[in-house]
């Protein structure tokens, strides 16, 4: 956390009113000059303290953010052992900010803690999102500069936003929810009551009368992709359902097919974005994480390919430009989907078509796997790390 970044706004502090007695601001040693402050210019005290600042004015023990914090010999004489600089910072630091830090530390915390990641990542993101929830803080609240501030640091790392938002919505369900589900039914049994099993589970739902049949609204999340729908007490009418959003297995069974992006996760960090407390640059997919991540060095045939015909340096920078430019405004899509469209229209751009045509006749490749030098097939790769990761 930066000491000087929220203190003052969620800390209030007590200053004496009033000026106070000479007596205190004499020195010790009436003939030796008397110190003066390296602020304001004003005589110190015999304890070194400069009532103008309020350094000296603060009640119980207090100081401009809080409780005063014990000093270095003090702190050691409690602990019993040496304390250093950076020890003795952070103890500091925690004694001013506890209590207005204490409920925002607590959500980034449970967050953090659902993502699959090593310990030194996850106390990594911990201390980036702290620094980025406290600027937010005034703007968004707590909930939602947690939220921000957790899935920029993974997003940063190049996780993908239908992964950020599965393992945030552990903790926020509603941040993994997408459109409902509307659908036309009818019900065989009306002495029966309606029901809905996603993967054999309940289903929160709302049923409307519409003339002789009902409509149901579904919540559905973004982790139902592929989830199997039941309908109890309810068949489903021909037409009166989103083919898009569903593979039917029956009149009453069906797959969900969901979208790979959900926009909530992505309003709340286009709002951190609009609250004007951050630089717009702060709530963007770092390039360097994405260029890393998915990179053409993990697609060894295409990489073979462009460096045989003496196009991977241009390919390369190319794709690099594409991407960083595609990454300021990707609306919602996940890096990796960014990546494949940049690296396929870099190769597309820089490689002239008769060289692939002929890398496809000397390899005998198959022309609908090829988009220029890019081997399609590869970039199953980028989505098995996506999986992984």
Known sequence: MEPGSCSAVLLPFSVLKGSHPSQFMSGANPEREAELCEHCGSPLDESGLCWSCGAGGLQGGSSPVGTAPL?????????????????????????????????????????????????QTKNSVKQGSERNAVKLLPEL????????????EFLNLGRSMAEVSFYIARV??????????????????????LGVLVNSRKRDFKSYADGPYRRLRISVYCWDGGAAVDLQNAVLCEGRYPAKRMRL???????????????????????????GSIPSGDISVDPVNV??????????????????????????ARYSAVLRQKLT??????????????LIEACRREVPPGVSELVVRRYRLKPSEMSSLLAVPELEAWQRMDTVG
């Open 141 to 152: 609240g707590p909930t939602k500069a947690a939220v921000a501030s957790v899935a920029q």
């Open 71 to 119: 000093d270095r010999s003090e702190l050691a004489k409690v602990l019993g052992r040496g304390v250093g600089d950076r020890a003795h910072g952070a103890y500091s630091l925690s004694m001013q900010q506890a209590e207005g830090m204490s409920h925002l530390r607590q959500e980034i915390e449970s967050m953090v803690e659902q993502f699959t990641a090593s310990p």
């Open 329 to 342: 405004d990707g609306k919602g899509r996940m890096p990796r989907k960014l990546a494949e469209e940049a």
């Open 249 to 275: 297995l029956g009149p009453s069974k069906f797959v969900l097919i969901l979208p790979e992006r959900t926009f909530q996760l992505f309003k709340i960090l286009k709002e951190a974005r609009l609250s």
């Open 172 to 193: 926020h369900p509603r941040v993994g929810r997408l459109s409902s589900l509307v659908l036309e039914v009818y019900a065989p049994d009306e002495g029966r009551a």
């Open 291 to 316: 260029l890393r991540k998915y990179s053409v060095a993990k697609l060894p045939f295409t990489e073979r390919f462009l460096r045989e015909t003496g196009y991977l340096n241009r390919v390369n």
